[in-house]
């Protein structure tokens, strides 16, 4: 039997367990098979405080993990498959066919990217569609890619691609950015970067690998082709709420929250890109986690004292 | 260790005229997701012991076999039958989705 179960393991969980075992909770973090979160898939952190010239995201979470176990986390890399959560306690079961008992609960299963659901993509991806310009732009020397998004993480796909690539066109449905100022900046002074703004990806083609585009115009509804080697998609993500059931989501599927960070069910808590939709920041995340951990503490030890 | 290191200078020998199925791990050090992977195919290659070759391939040092199997996404698990690439699988997953992968290869004989 925990005194907690956290469910996932990017900033909002690992900050939670920190948290929750340097109170003297017993503490297990159900990891996923990936675990880290969206960190693992950047390159250089530079707003997370206390690192002036920034971090690799999988170093942070390195680091992250490392602490956590160092207070006593206990930490598995299965995913979450289910949770009973009419009854105290809840029991939670791992897709390896395992359960686990715990009194509380804090949901920190994040956000997943997203792809763009055209024809041709799923079949490519590995194949020159990614989601990843870390892992993946090394293969894109001198070629020509398109970085479809635009938001920060878009910002940042174009700017790594510009190290190795030869061409990025930074395609974007609408005709403004929402990226920072100082990420939009960098992409609009870097010349190997062209943005297309009001324009969609409609179709991916190619054999074995990829080799062209359809794009559309949203303003005119032209279609045109562009031949390139990779597509980076960074469109935005979708909180991972579908194994909860039970639990209060909202229309776009993220997490309910009452008062803070509760959500509908009594000793369920909540932190991280799983309800966040305003900020989904390392930092905020982290925060989030340690909120959730503290009411947890709290929330159990109310519990023990009635 | 138990798992092998592949290079472009080894990979004949030891992938392409193996009589064993090989499971070659295309990885960097800079992918973080291929961290995650790492320690999974070194269980892999005990778990697959005698019965499929495990080992990985640094692409940044190994260039010219991971551009001839058209690697262009890490990490990529790619499963070697009598000298031919007969499954890819793209991207960090757990443990159980590339055992699944890796069976149904040694099913289909």
Request: proline share 4%.
């Amino acid at each position: 039997m925990y005194d907690v179960i956290i469910i996932g393991s990017g900033p909002a969980g690992l900050t939670a367990a920190i948290y929750t075992t340097r109170a003297d909770l017993k503490t297990l973090v159900i990891a996923g098979n990936r675990w880290g979160g969206q960190l693992q898939l950047t390159s250089v952190v530079e707003n997370f405080p206390g690192f002036p010239e920034g971090i690799e995201g999988p170093k942070l979470m390195e680091n992250m993990r490392k602490q956590a176990e160092h207070h006593g986390a206990e930490i598995i890399e299965k995913d979450f498959e289910s949770g009973e959560f009419a009854k105290s306690p809840f029991t939670l079961k791992t897709t390896d066919g395992k359960t686990f008992e715990s009194r509380s609960v804090i949901v920190a299963s994040g956000a997943d990217a997203m792809w763009l659901n055209v024809p041709g993509e799923k079949e490519k991806i590995g194949r020159g569609v990614s989601s990843c310009a870390t892992c993946d732009a090394a293969f894109f020397r001198n070629k020509n890619v398109v970085v479809v998004g635009g938001g920060d993480s878009a910002m940042e796909e174009a700017l790594v691609l510009s190290r190795v690539a030869n061409k990025i066109y930074l395609v974007h449905r609408r005709d403004s950015f929402r990226a920072s100022e100082i990420m939009q900046k960098r992409v609009r002074e870097n010349e190997k970067i062209e943005i297309l703004f009001n324009s969609a990806i409609t179709e991916i083609f190619g054999e074995m690998k990829v080799e062209k585009v359809s794009l559309t115009n949203l303003v005119t509804n032209e279609n045109s082709e562009m031949p390139v080697d990779g597509i980076f998609v960074a469109i935005g993500h979708r909180p991972n709420t579908s194994a909860f059931t039970g639990i209060d989501v909202d229309e776009k599927g993220y997490i309910k929250v009452y008062d803070h960070n509760k959500t509908n069910i009594d000793g369920v808590f909540v932190a991280g890109d799983v309800h966040d939709r305003e900020y989904r920041q390392a930092i905020t995340a982290s925060g989030f986690g340690c909120a959730a951990a503290l009411e947890a503490e709290r929330w159990l030890m109310t519990k023990k004292s009635e | 260790m138990t798992d092998i290191t592949f290079t472009d200078q080894n990979f004949q020998e030891e992938v392409l005229n193996s009589p064993l199925p090989v499971l070659v791990d295309f990885w960097a050090p800079w992918c973080g997701p291929c961290k995650i992977v790492g320690p999974i195919v070194e269980e892999l290659a005990k778990d697959y012991a005698g019965k499929v070759k495990v080992g990985k391939l640094n692409v940044d040092e190994n260039q010219n076999v991971s551009s001839q199997f058209g690697i262009m996404s890490i990490p990529s698990l790619m499963l070697f039958k009598a000298g031919q690439p007969v499954k890819t699988m793209v991207g960090a997953q757990g443990k159980e989705s590339f055992k699944k992968g890796i069976d149904e290869v040694l099913a289909s004989a």
